[in-house]
């Protein structure tokens, strides 16, 4: 009877042991498939050594998000618009929707996601600064410069160039609800602050400051825009430009270049021909349509003629023309004069022209004049159309053109704190 | 003791001499007997030459031997079991007009079991007497349904199906392809197996199609498993190239080479295939070589004499249906740009028997071209099968094929290929600007490349082991392997298309490599009078591992020289992936008297990650059946009556990738602020560590039924349950993650699927079989977590995952009222005012499928066959309609522009250059016929509720396949003597595919499926974006067998 038992119970045993050295050898199997060589492990990125990669995270989405949103932006402005019957290249019925001021909300859909990818990166960046071991003091300031400018940059974005509806402009972080300009532009402000407190050349202090400066333009803070401006970049410094990585499609030069029918309005091409020194900052080409037996010259922008051309954010130029019209509205022509002259005598000469002549005097006109010329091809100029209601939409479209990027329907649908249209 | 002498002074070898001497001397010198007979079919009394009989002592017969067996023991007698070949036991092959003879047959009771293929089993208690010459006439009922046939039931488990305890589909693809010509198993398959739904890609050459099991089980759904010969191949597999249809797997298998295909349907029968076979499983066996002459004892040494066969098969494609007008008015273009592409095949095969080993060998070669211009392909595959008795109770199976296939695959899909699709470039060309080609002419389209090479190979290894010291124990091993290597290649030389005006090159070079091991075994004895068990023990795993070299570039500064690296932009991409999956299982079976069945067993399941947690689920499976039948309750007429039920478990496990976090580079730029790069970072998977295995459910009901052995059917209700689907769920955008993993809620699918069969007339010179099935498949999403609805990724995401709706429901905004201008006129710019909320407007998949098959012997020796098939409840999205309207291609549309004065030219021309249609009353934008005219022009806007618009109904019935055969053997053997003593087989046929469709569907056809970008490889979509008509095909066939 005993020996029954025990024979029970080693079978018991055995049978146990079979199922966990199954268990065992199918999950060993299982694990011992090959690691995927196209993929990086989350924690291995928290390595001083991958910053670059860090980094290039960020600016690769900002690069992505600004190559079509800025044309987006000049699209849907009066500065483009688009054609047909000047070459066979169609024009992408996106840009016909902005050009009408009626884009569909899914157009955004890449758009929206770049820019939030922008905004994740930077506070992936700034998550990580605790976890790595960092072996010098400015490469962990560096983090928290980046991570902070950037995601300021991107609520900066949101505030300044997206909306919920047609006139609405504003943000969302985080699929929470829909923030306001203003108050995105407050965060903005916040996260730039924090960035200064990192910023570790003057330059990047400088930087900071424009874009502050920008800020309080658009939200009507006359006294501290001047104040941040004057702090901003300054004469010889180099823009904020995101860059094409090499062999990369211009998307400019592949939409409104040559033989393509975004085109910029009328009133550029009159900037050049009244002074031929403006070509300098509004650079154009010259095509030719077949209409009818007969060839009709056009004319495309020239300013993205490459494929590498990169896409300022934000220059000193800009920075001048804030200073100017802040001086202006202060009453102060005469230095606001300076401001502007300063910008004019830095344009770009052009072989066999003369350089583009100083103004002897300036006003608000002309100061936003400056800004259309200087602003060419920027995406920015739809800014100033909503600074001074300036709008160029049929009456038809009157109260229902959009004045800003449609926050995207993807947003809209898996966010549930949105309103689905 | 008292004995004699000379006995006790011998020695033990001689006692043991004389032992044997007595032993075997008794046994010569036994009474015995002679057993004859002829075995026929029992309506039309022809004798069955081939039929195996096996004369067993009576009490030696184990039930679980036939109930729980290998395989399907009439397709592979001679290599079967260790006990064929014991003493006691004898048997022979029906010869020449289904006589046999077995001679030397002790005195006894015995068990007479008679098998031949297509018939029932004959089993009857026979007494041989002493010194009687014993004749036996066994008559043999045809088995239509195969219900005799050994199914499998499970990983390890094979039944008859007859006993079987869920509803296994099965097709005899011998006799399918006997009447008719099958480019590849998906077509033996269609309309074949209740419950399963296929549906082709394109109606191109070597596309690939999609099938939908039941109402498919999980959230998301997905594709059966597929196996060939115990090798698993992946269901969808190949990468697309400029979005070329997507190619199948199942294209290279040749359908000459088939012996029975089997569908494993649900959870309940495919659980112990682990979480991969939750959407069924598809195996396919292949031929293998018989021993038609030896059978048993002595005889298995025998070798037969092979086997010829050879068919050669001709005919041609053609569009089984043409553009008309009221599709698009540049009908005649595309109409012309059709063409007849000639079709041919050669077939050679060889079987049969030396020594221990069965053989079967086969060569194919096809080459066909399409019905558009540069889509063809070229199939070249060889096969060998073994089966090797490599010892008593040891069998050893080899299966192999290799095969090459080279593919045009012409450009038909939408995405990238559109602007060199033959289609969409002469469809949707403007048709008042007198162009035939949109963006391309023929000229540039026909000089583009897109070719699709692969060699491969599927192979298997498995070994059967009866040990005889453990009767009743059964071992298996199974080692399947497929590799293949595939190259595609794509060039649009320069000038072809202003979107690519230099010209483009891409490679992808892929390569695969899977294995799969599968390790059981089986024991199974009879405990007590008629009360049988089967235990089965097993593992299976499997590994896959694939890798994808891309080469891009483009604008080629001559098209002298076409190398990628002469191009610009040259950039070479690779992808390697790998997963794993492995299981163990357990499962008992057990019956009473074989007519009560009860099973029940349990799969532990793992799969390969990159998180630290094996992701492992448990999964039971129980089911029962009782043959009523059987229990003399019936009345006689009623042969067969079985109810059956069954529950289990299947799931889907997380991905390699779906629990942790991961990063990618890709091409990217940088700024002036962080410095210029080249490659970016970028998030590939958000990951979830909380994600758990989704885990589905499945009850199943039915019934099957037979009277008189002329009249069947077979009925089945299911119900599936999925709960903690994972899903890669779009989080906002804002957040930045993308889409993450998450479990996020369930489906229910339900269903009921019938199959009725009829063997109506059966005589010598007629035959007349029918076969109906009729399968209902619904399902509704669940409560699907915080985020209320998932877009599939097609174009206009119009399919949604929605709680509430069918899986992959169109949705969209429905236009609710025109709008006009101020002056009266429609307000094109405004396009109409659309609801405030989505409606759910179809289906991407039938509710309702079914088919109706006739087989009709005549004249002896002729067969006409054909089936029809049909859906009812799908929608299709017909967004080759709204493209044409865009265009001015719609000839409704345009009459109804000119009626509102919105044509070219007229008084409120709306740009879109389209003129005014001639004959068309021109109305006043203040006339009630106006509005009425705007209310209907409002229904056909191509810009703004476009689903709304055009989305469609496209219910069908396709007479799908209709074969004429003669079998010219027997005619010629009557007039020419000595005939069938040359030629085994002589043959002459038609078949015909594709023959008729009607369709509510204003498109060109019902069947267009691309997967699209959608997350899951299964649900269709159902979109009509310049389809490619299915082509009616008709071929000509001529079989030889020596």
Not at chain 2, 303 to 328: N, V
Request: charged content about 20%.
């Amino acid at each position: 009877m005993v020996d029954r038992i025990f024979l029970l119970h080693t079978v018991k045993a055995l049978c146990g042991f079979l199922v966990a050295l199954s268990v065992w050898s199918c999950q060993d199997f299982v694990q011992g498939v090959q690691k995927p060589i196209n993929t990086i492990n989350d924690t291995d990125l928290n390595d001083e050594a991958q910053l670059p990669i860090l980094f290039a995270g960020i600016s690769g989405y900002l690069g992505q998000y600004w190559r079509f949103a800025s044309m987006y932006l000049s699209t849907l402005s009066d500065e483009f618009r688009t054609v047909e019957g000047i070459s066979q290249n169609n024009v992408l019925p996106i840009f016909r929707e902005f050009d009408n001021g009626t884009p569909l909300l899914e157009r955004t859909d890449r758009e929206w996601g770049y820019l939030s990818s922008v905004r994740f990166h930077a506070q992936d960046l700034l998550d990580r600064v605790p976890k790595i071991r960092f072996s010098q003091d400015s490469n962990r300031l560096k983090c928290l410069f980046v991570g902070y400018f950037h995601i300021a940059l991107v609520q900066h974005h949101y505030a300044a160039f997206w909306g919920i509806s047609p006139r609405q402009g504003g943000g969302v972080l985080l699929g929470g609800p829909f923030i306001p300009s203003s108050q995105m532009h407050d965060s903005a402000l916040a996260n730039f602050n924090r960035a200064l407190l990192s910023v570790r050349t003057d330059y990047e202090r400088r930087l900071v400051n424009s874009f502050i400066a920008r800020i309080h333009l658009l939200e009507g803070r006359k006294k501290e825009c001047l104040t941040s401006a004057r702090l901003g970049l300054r004469e010889g410094d180099a823009p904020m430009s995101l860059l094409y990585p090499p062999t990369t499609q211009n998307v400019w030069s592949d939409n409104a270049g040559l033989n393509h029918q975004i085109i910029p309005a009328d009133r550029f091409h009159d900037y050049v021909k009244a002074e031929p020194a403006e070509a300098g900052r509004i650079p154009l080409s010259v095509g030719n349509a077949p209409v009818a037996n007969r060839i009709i010259p056009y004319y495309v922008q020239a300013k993205y003629d490459a494929d590498v051309s990169p896409i300022d954010l934000i220059t000193w130029e800009e920075t001048s023309l804030m200073i100017a019209e802040m001086l202006v509205l202060d009453n102060d022509a005469a230095a606001a004069l300076v401001e502007v002259n300063r910008v004019r005598a830095a344009v770009r000469r052009v072989p066999g022209i003369a350089a583009l002549a100083l103004r002897s005097t300036t006003n608000l006109d002309s100061i936003r004049l400056e800004r259309q010329k200087q602003l060419f091809a920027t995406g920015l100029r739809i800014l100033d159309q909503r600074r001074f209601n300036d709008w160029h939409f049929p009456p038809s479209l009157a109260n229902t053109a959009w004045y800003y990027l449609p926050i995207s329907q993807r947003e809209r649908n898996s966010n549930p704190n949105l309103p689905p249209n | 003791m008292n004995c004699p002498k000379y006995i006790v002074r011998m020695p033990l070898l001689a006692h043991c001499v004389l032992l044997l001497l007595l032993v075997t001397g008794g046994a010569a010198f036994a009474q015995i007997a002679t057993v004859q007979g002829r075995v026929a079919d029992k309506q039309t009394g022809e004798g069955l030459i081939g039929a195996s009989i096996m004369l067993s002592p009576r009490g030696s017969v184990r039930s679980s031997e036939y109930v729980y067996a290998f395989e399907d023991m009439r397709l592979t007698m001679p290599v079967l079991t260790g006990n064929d070949t014991q003493a006691q036991r004898t048997g022979a092959v029906a010869l020449k007009n289904g006589t046999f003879e077995l001679k030397n047959v002790r005195a006894g009771d015995y068990v007479l079991t008679v098998r031949s293929i297509g018939y029932k089993n004959v089993v009857k208690v026979v007494t041989v007497s002493t010194d009687q010459s014993l004749t036996l006439e066994i008559p043999m009922v045809q088995d239509i349904q195969g219900m005799d046939a050994v199914v499998v039931t499970g990983v390890a488990s094979r039944m008859q199906k007859s006993v079987a305890e869920t509803a296994i589909g099965r097709v005899d693809a011998v006799t399918l392809a006997e009447n008719m010509k099958f480019s590849d198993p998906a077509q033996m398959l269609l309309g074949k197996v209740s419950g399963v739904n296929i549906a082709p890609s394109s109606g191109a050459v070597g596309t690939g199609v999609r099938i939908t099991v039941r109402s498919s089980a999980g959230l998301l759904g997905g594709q059966p498993m597929i196996f060939l010969d115990g090798t698993r191949l992946l269901s969808v597999d190949y990468y697309k190239v400029f979005e070329v249809d997507e190619i199948s797997p199942l294209i290279n298998i040749s359908p000459e080479d088939i012996a029975t295909i089997e569908v494993l349907k649900g959870p309940t029968s495919s659980c112990l295939y682990g979480t991969s076979g939750q959407n069924g499983i598809v195996l396919i066996t292949t031929k293998r070589g018989q021993n038609v002459r030896g059978l048993l004892s002595g005889a298995s040494t025998l070798s037969s004499d092979p086997i010829f066969r050879y068919q050669y098969s001709a005919g041609w494609q053609e569009p089984s249906r043409l553009y008309t007008e009221d599709i698009a008015l540049t009908s005649p273009s595309v109409n012309r740009v059709f063409r007849h592409g000639p079709l041919q095949q050669h077939d050679v095969s060889l079987s049969g028997n030396v020594g221990v080993v069965n053989y079967y060998a086969s060569m194919e070669y096809r080459k066909e071209q399409g019905i558009l211009p540069k889509n063809a392909m070229e199939r070249i595959s060889g096969r060998v099968n073994l089966d090797i008795i490599a010892a008593k109770g040891l069998t050893a199976k080899i299966s192999s094929a290799i095969i090459y296939n080279n593919t045009d695959a012409a450009f038909t899909a939408d995405g990238g290929g559109q602007y060199y699709s033959w289609i969409r470039n002469t469809l949707t060309a403007n048709p008042f600007a007198n162009k035939q080609f949109s963006t391309a002419d023929s000229l540039a389209i026909a000089s583009i490349d897109n070719t699709f090479n692969i060699d491969q190979f599927i192979g298997s290894a498995e070994l059967l082991y009866t040990p005889v010291f453990l009767e009743g124990l059964r071992l298996r091993m199974l080692v399947g392997t497929e590799n293949n290597r595939s190259r595609f290649l794509t060039y649009v030389p320069s000038g072809t298309s202003p979107f690519l005006a230099g010209g483009a090159r891409s490679i992808r070079s892929s390569y695969a490599r899977r294995f799969n091991l599968d390790l059981n075994a089986a024991y199974s004895r009879e405990i007590m009078e008629g009360w049988t068990i089967n235990a089965i023990v097993g593992a299976q795993a499997f590994d896959n591992h694939f890798g994808l070299d891309i080469a891009n570039s483009s604008n080629f500064l001559t098209p002298l020289v076409q190398t990628v690296q002469s191009g610009q932009g040259a950039v070479p991409a690779e992808t390697v992936s790998s997963f794993r999956e492995a299981g163990i299982f357990g499962r008992f079976e057990t019956n009473y008297l074989q007519t009560y069945f009860l099973s029940f067993g349990v799969r532990n399941d793992f799969a390969s990650t990159l998180g630290s947690e094996v992701p492992s689920i448990l999964y039971p499976q129980a089911s029962a059946s009782v043959r009523l039948d059987k229990t003399g309750l019936l009345p006689d007429a009623i042969n067969l009556l079985k109810l059956r039920a069954a529950y289990a478990e299947s799931g889907r496990l997380p991905t390699l990738t779906q629990s942790s976090r991961t990063w990618k580079l890709y091409y990217g730029g940088g700024s002036s602020l962080t410095g210029p790069v080249i490659n970016q970072l970028y998030l590939d998977n958000a990951g979830n560590s909380a994600i758990r295995p989704e885990r589905i459910q499945e009850v199943e009901i039915g019934m099957d039924i037979e009277v008189s052995n002329v009249v069947g059917g077979e009925f089945t209700y299911y119900i599936q349950n999925s709960r903690d689907a994972i899903v890669d769920v779009q989080t906002p955008s804002s957040v930045g993650l993308g889409q993450v993993p998450q479990n996020i809620g369930g489906i229910n699918g339900w269903g009921f699927e019938s199959q009725i069969y009829a063997h109506i007339v059966s005589t010598a010179d007629e035959d007349l079989q029918l076969s109906a099935i009729f399968n209902y498949a619904d399902n509704r999403v669940l409560n699907i977590g915080k985020n209320s609805f998932i877009p599939f990724g097609n174009p206009l995401n119009t399919n949604y995952i929605l709680p509430g709706f069918r899986r992959g429901v169109f949705m969209d905004f429905v236009p609710l009222r025109p709008n006009f201008l101020a002056n009266g006129y429609y307000d094109w710019q405004k396009g109409p005012t659309l609801d405030t909320v989505r409606t759910a407007l179809g289906s991407t998949v039938p509710l309702y499928t079914g088919s109706l098959a006739a087989t009709f012997r005549f004249l002896h020796d002729c067969t006409l066959y054909a089936m029809i098939d049909g859906g009812l409840g799908k929608s299709m999205l017909n967004l080759t309609r709204q493209e044409n309207t865009l265009v001015g291609n719609n000839k409704r549309f345009n009459q109804l522009l000119t009626a509102l004065g919105l044509a070219k030219g007229q008084a409120a021309d709306i740009g879109l250059e389209v003129p005014a249609a001639s004959g068309v009353a021109v109305l006043s934008p203040t006339s009630p016929e106006y509005r009425s005219a705007a209310e209907e022009f409002m229904h056909l806007d191509p810009r703004r509720g476009v689903v709304a618009n055009y989305l469609e109904r496209a219910d069908w019935v396709r007479l799908r396949e209709v074969s004429l055969r003669w079998n010219m053997r027997p005619t010629l053997a009557s007039l020419i003597p000595g005939f069938s003593t040359t030629l085994r087989e002589l043959a002459i046929g038609i078949s015909v595919r594709n023959v008729a469709l009607w369709t509510n569907y204003s498109g060109i056809d019902t069947e267009y499926n691309s997967p699209g970008n959608i997350p899951s490889e299964a649900q269709a979509q159902s979109t009509d974006r310049w389809v490619l008509v299915q082509p009616r095909v008709v071929q000509f066939t001529l079989n030889i067998g020596f």
